[in-house]
């Protein structure tokens, strides 16, 4: 049987073939130490889990979530908590809807604003999520390069005009994913007016907002005056709770994008357990990560200081998990990146995997299963080191 065309258009997903690679290198017994995938090795808050128990034992919440956009307790949090946290108000029936997680959202406000023909702007390198959508909706991509020089964010003035009027949407990810670039209220306000003045949607993923250091705060795109004219804004209680596998998030900002995305999601999924949502509300209202982000710090150093050592130049990220290192002149990133698995049983991901201007990095994560204060992210740079690679 023939599949459908849309999916020719796009490559296979990049962490699925991570994750097959390093099934084969486990399975010929090598003692890999894996800087891939930014899935949190710790577990989730024990107060968390708690709620979870409490909540699923309540039969009200075993049936479908009929609410209108989400568990009105869980959106109820969500307005609170950007109150809270960015002085931002948002209005829980109108401005804001419950997520599977931001990738759910982020793929699927693709098929809910793009027809054939129309563009999305899309940062490059970038999460793959934005790119993959746009061409599946029968869209086209423009790519927003995100060049060291200019601190990782998107020249704006570099967008065509062509290119500008025919774009639906604009994708930014900060703190981003995968350079660790991070965006200030000035660029976003230089966003809001390019958006408006060629009638963009702006797609704001801010999944690693909290994940930070260093005593950084990363700020939220509806801050700016006027931002909720052009702006959704979608977050995911992963990264900050260490919760990936609970698969919840939210999108907040204009309410016609929340109630387009909304009006397709509601005929893709019936939303999320409900437990897991009160689980989640009580979590962005109570709990802090302190202990996971303190580790996140010593791993960050440990690798950031141990391979500039050995003659990197690396950068501290100040924000999200990743480390974002150029390879040495004569590799590839996909030939750097096959040496330290080889030859180092150290696994990252090529920087190209992440669109053409990530060619010449690699990304290395900072969630590495059964670290235990940065003994296994010691053990990579020792290992990096016995390589004996020239940096000039």
Not at 276 to 297: C, G, P, S
Not at 379 to 389: D, F, G, H, Y
Request: proline share 5%.
């Amino acid at each position: 049987m023939q599949r459908s065309q849309r999916l020719d258009k796009i490559p296979p997903y990049l962490f699925g073939e991570i994750a097959r690679l390093r099934a084969k290198v486990a399975a010929e017994g090598v003692d890999l130490i894996n800087l891939s995938i930014g899935d949190p090795d710790q577990p989730t808050p024990q107060p968390i889990i708690d709620k979870l128990c409490e909540a699923a034992n309540d039969p009200q919440t075993h049936r479908y979530d009929e609410s209108e956009a989400g568990w009105p307790e869980y959106l109820e949090a969500v307005a609170e908590w950007y109150d809270r946290r960015f002085g931002v108000k948002i209005d829980p029936a109108s401005e804001a809807m419950l997520l599977l997680g931001s990738k759910d959202g982020l793929a699927h406000i693709c098929w809910a604003m793009i027809d054939a023909g129309d563009v999305s702007l899309v940062p490059d390198p970038g999460y793959t999520v934005y790119k993959v959508n746009t061409l599946m909706a029968g869209g086209e991509v423009v790519s927003m390069p995100l060049l060291e020089q200019n601190g990782f964010i998107p020249d704006l003035s570099a967008i065509s005009t062509d290119a500008a009027k025919a774009a639906k949407l604009m994708f930014l990810n900060y703190p981003n994913n995968p350079t660790g670039g991070v965006a200030s209220l000035e660029f976003y306000r230089d966003v809001v007016r390019f958006a408006k003045e060629y009638d963009i949607a702006v797609v704001s993923d801010i999944a690693y907002c909290d994940v930070t250091f260093d005593g950084y705060i990363a700020p939220s795109l509806l801050q700016v005056e006027g931002a909720k004219d052009v702006v959704i804004e979608m977050h995911s209680l992963s990264k900050s709770f260490n919760m990936t596998g609970w698969r919840i998030g939210f999108a907040v900002g204009n309410p016609d994008l929340v109630t387009a995305l909304n009006k397709l999601k509601s005929n893709l999924d019936s939303r999320q357990f409900p437990a897991i949502d009160i689980a989640a509300a009580y979590a962005l209202l109570n709990v802090t990560n302190d202990e996971t982000m303190a580790l996140y710090t010593k791993r960050r150093d440990t690798l950031v200081d141990g391979l500039n050592e050995l003659g990197w130049k690396v950068n501290k990220p100040v924000a999200s998990l990743y480390v974002w290192a150029r390879v040495p002149k004569s590799y590839s990133s996909a030939e750097f990146s096959k040496l330290l698995l080889t030859e180092a049983g150290v696994l990252v991901i090529p920087g190209n995997g992440y669109g053409e201007h990530g060619e010449g990095y690699v990304r290395m994560s900072l969630t590495v299963a059964d670290d235990v204060n940065g003994d296994r992210i010691a053990e990579a740079v020792k290992r990096i080191a016995s390589l004996n690679i020239r940096w000039d």
